[in-house]
């Protein structure tokens, strides 16, 4: 195996522990440490899906859905038959407890959907893709499974515009979060892990350019509270 497969089966083996180990609580840290906003960019996300979408029989796959919030939230929003697709299990189950079979939910890795491709009419990530051990590997896999027209969204944490907001920001997220986070799941690695992977994670124009180079046309970006998250949408060319 090359050395790169190898060392990104490690990272997947790694981020799937972490999350299976914190699945119980990631719900209530999510809201806690958030203060809910995180339930309000899930509803825009959702939105901006239902713009997109031409009929009521349209589908939709959430990637690396997790507990299944955004699934929710896009099946309640748009109407949509929803798919929602991730490696771990102990997520999964949680998510199979929340949505009562209103969404079919499917095993799987990112970087390998288990889907043909064109599959979607919109395919959506959030808080997704920085765990991935490759952007560029999961962009071209959300690319493969929607239909020639279909539309990728990408919610993920970016940077604040705000050049005052952005250091009261970083202190937030790097210090006081990983603490609370701690403290409330008992692992505080997880969340260390989640400001240092948001760090490495590109910032909103370099992930248009990401996007733009998988392909993806008409790509554009909204900030969500102030640049603390991002959604990035882009069309897989006709
Ligand atoms: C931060 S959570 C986000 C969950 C959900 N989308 C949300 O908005 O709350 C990240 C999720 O990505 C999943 N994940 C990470 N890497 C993955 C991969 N390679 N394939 C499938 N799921 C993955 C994790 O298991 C976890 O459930």
Same mark, same amino acid.
């Given at each position: ?21 914190? =699945?119980?609580? *990631? ?20 939105? $901006? ?5 031409? @009929? ?72 997704? /893709? ?36 952005? #250091?009261?920001?970083?202190? *937030?997220?790097?210090? /006081? ?10 692992? $505080?690695?997880? *969340?260390? *892990? ?7 994670? #590109?910032?909103? @124009? ?7 180079? =998988? ?21 897989? #060319?006709?």
């Amino acid at each position: 195996m090359l050395e790169n497969e190898s060392a990104a089966k490690e990272h997947a083996g790694r981020v799937r522990e972490m999350f299976g180990t914190i =699945a119980g609580r *990631y719900d209530l840290l999510n809201h806690l440490l958030s203060g809910n906003v995180d339930k309000r960019w899930r509803r825009i996300v959702a939105n $901006r899906v239902r713009e997109k979408l031409s @009929s009521s029989s349209s589908s939709v796959l959430d990637v690396a859905c997790g507990t299944g919030d955004l699934a929710l939230t896009l099946f309640e929003i748009t109407g949509a038959g929803v798919v929602g697709t991730d490696f771990c299990r102990p997520m999964l189950k949680i998510a199979a407890g929340k949505t009562s079979g209103r969404i079919r939910l499917i095993e799987g890795d990112a970087l390998d959907l288990p889907f043909r491709d064109g599959t979607f009419d919109v395919a959506t990530i959030a808080f997704g /893709l920085r765990n991935l051990a490759n952007v560029e590997s999961g962009l071209a896999e959300l690319s493969r499974v929607v239909k020639p027209g279909g539309w990728v969204a990408v919610l993920e944490f970016s940077r604040p515009a705000n050049p005052i907001m952005r #250091p009261l920001f970083n202190f *937030y997220f790097r210090k /006081l979060l990983p603490w609370m986070g701690g403290l409330v799941s008992g692992s $505080r690695s997880a *969340y260390t *892990y989640l400001p240092a992977s948001v760090q490495k994670f #590109p910032d909103q @124009s370099q992930l248009s350019l990401l996007m733009e180079q =998988a392909g993806f046309e008409q790509v554009g970006f909204e900030n969500l509270t102030g640049g603390i998250a991002a959604l990035h949408m882009g069309r897989r #060319p006709e």
